[in-house]
């Protein structure tokens, strides 16, 4: 098993467009489809909900770690996988979240890193690693499209 899932995609945007996608908490929301009910800052919790067709009764909470102005934003968030009954009865493992920006020539590699899976136990940890693999997979094309767009 592995502790961190590591996905990158390529955005034929520039750097401050795909910046701007990640750190503005509404813009996030529109690709991440999530609303979060406040703007992202370091040491801060977000709360909201997922508006993800089938998932909108799941809540969303993060705590902002960093913002590195056009190279680094990360936040951790508990480790639930799209769980009914971790998210419920809430999970004591949180997972951190970095999304790491580079400018390339078509314009920006954007790549993310989900780290912490080696603190929750089996067999929940299959299951979050299986699940949060095939979101992040999603996710960057979301990202990717809406950037573009």
Do not use: C
Request: hydrophobic share 40%; no cysteine; proline share 7%.
């Amino acid at each position: 098993m592995t502790d961190s899932i590591i996905k990158t995609v390529e955005i034929a945007a520039p750097v401050e467009r795909v910046w701007d996608a990640l750190i503005d908490h509404e813009k996030f929301g529109a690709w991440f489809l999530v609303a979060i009910d406040q703007p992202f800052a370091v040491g801060q919790t977000n709360t909201g909900r997922m508006t993800y067709p089938g998932y909108e009764h799941f809540p969303w909470e993060s705590r902002t770690v960093a913002i590195e102005p056009m190279t680094r934003f990360a936040f951790e968030w508990p480790a639930t996988g799209g769980d009914e009954d971790a998210i419920k009865n809430g999970v004591p493992e949180w997972m951190l979240v970095e999304f790491v920006l580079e400018p390339s020539a078509t314009g920006t590699t954007l790549t993310v890193t989900e780290s912490g899976f080696d603190k929750v136990p089996e067999p929940r940890r299959s299951n979050v690693l299986r699940s949060n693999d095939g979101g992040w997979t999603e996710q960057m094309q979301n990202i990717k499209r809406y950037a573009e767009g």
